[in-house]
């Protein structure tokens, strides 16, 4: 060990209530930001899970036209010239042909399963109450290559679907505000007329706007129900890479030019929102170390003034400006190395331990646990703010012990 840090743990140790208490700042700041960070990003990842599974990574819908416009003006000369813009275009809604588009799709690498759906507005009717709610119509086995509909299955089985012609699946919510169950029939009105299907499954997606409207039905029947014996609505995609998905709808739309929209698109306001909260949480719990930070800094100028006879003799030794500043800069060190590592073991334990506790959480999405996210980003963000803060305080008192002359001291007019 180097007489440096030997002196500048002699220095630490001499005023070690004011230094432990900005260790115990820096050591719950470090924990309280990593279990922020992993709690705000925990729900934000929870939230694109239950989207990706049910309403998939890209959504092909509404045609796009090009409109063409335009305008002749007329010369001092008497001749004539045209402007044409082509730059305008509308959307038609609905996809007209699905089967060609989907062969496009297929031809796109990343492309891992396309489901074509029909939707429409229908009223359902049990022995109870009447309430409206939305229909879509799917091959089931498609639907479940681009969504987790399957794993979303809470009562009945698939099976009983697929071998049931008029079989539904309906949403929880809605089952229980028709306050019908497994094998019971409801009437399902559409256009004037009227349907009966038996409830072969009841799932839940946790979305409980979409648990409370929505029914899958088999496209045969939705075409039915809805008279529209062609076409689709929209066409769902899954990817092999979901975070890709902006890149790959950009190079659909101008392939097949189709208007399509990637979960990031479709979810933008909610992503916007959980980036504001975890940065908010961040800048908010990072006051603590920089209180800490502070505190240390003060702890430090005090020490610089109190040893400066000390100084003097280390310096009258033959101690050059920048061993007098590593000193101060090693005592800096050991608080950031000790805060850091006792605040990431702190970080772990309260993360696993509010991620067991019980908390029910319905809304965007639904849960019974609180959602954390396990990331050694959050750790390193963490440190790296802490070692900012930290020495910065300790650089200042530092530089200022270095600039102490030893005749300064002695004559009673150092600074």
């Known amino acids: 060990m180097s007489p440096n840090i030997r002196i500048a743990i002699r220095f630490l140790t001499a005023n070690k209530r004011a230094m432990a208490m900005s260790l115990a700042g820096i050591i719950f700041g470090v924990a309280f930001f990593i279990f922020g960070q992993a709690q705000t990003s925990g729900f934000e990842q929870f939230f694109v899970k239950t989207i990706l599974g049910t309403n998939g990574a890209i959504r092909v819908q509404d045609r796009i036209r090009e409109t063409f416009t335009t305008m002749e003006l007329e010369n001092e000369d008497g001749s004539s010239w045209v402007i044409e813009n082509t730059e305008n275009f509308k959307y038609i809604e609905g996809i007209e042909h699905p089967l060609e588009v989907i062969q496009a799709l297929k031809k796109f690498e990343s492309v891992t399963g396309i489901s074509e759906v029909l939707t429409g507005s229908v009223l359902l009717a049990s022995n109870f109450r009447s309430y409206t709610g939305q229909i879509f119509g799917v091959n089931i086995d498609d639907h479940i290559a681009v969504s987790d509909l399957e794993n979303q299955i809470v009562f009945g089985d698939l099976n009983d679907f697929r071998s049931k012609p008029t079989g539904i699946l309906i949403g929880a919510g809605l089952a229980r505000l028709l306050q019908v169950n497994i094998g019971d ?46 076409g689709a609505s929209f066409l769902q995609v899954n990817l092999q890479d979901h975070n890709r998905a902006r890149e790959e709808a950009l190079h659909m739309t101008n392939t097949i030019y189709y208007h399509v929209a990637s979960w990031q698109e479709r979810e933008k306001s909610w992503l916007d929102a959980f980036l504001v909260l975890r940065v908010s949480t961040g800048l908010t719990v990072s006051t603590i170390i920089l209180l800490s930070g502070l505190g240390m800094f003060n702890t430090l100028a005090m020490l610089v003034l109190e040893k400066t006879k000390e100084i003097a003799i280390l310096r009258s030794m033959g101690y050059t400006r920048n061993d007098i500043a590593s000193i101060f800069i090693w005592q800096g060190v050991f608080v950031l190395l000790a805060g850091t590592s006792l605040g990431s073991i702190l970080a772990v334990l309260i993360t696993y331990g509010v991620s067991n506790l019980p908390f029910r959480v319905t809304g965007i999405f639904s849960t019974d646990t609180f959602v954390v996210h396990w990331s050694i980003w959050h750790y390193v963000a963490a440190i790296v703010t802490a070692s900012v803060i930290v020495m910065i305080a300790s650089y200042i008192p530092a530089r200022r012990a270095a600039r102490l002359e030893p005749g300064d001291i002695i004559r009673g007019t150092s600074q």
Request: hydrophobic share 35%.
């Open 185 to 230: 029939t409801v009437i399902m009105t559409a256009l004037g007329q009227n349907n009966r299907y038996t409830i072969a499954c009841i799932f839940e997606t946790g979305v409980s706007d979409i648990d409370r409207e929505r029914v899958y039905m088999k496209l045969s029947e939705a075409r039915s129900v809805l008279q529209r014996p062609h």
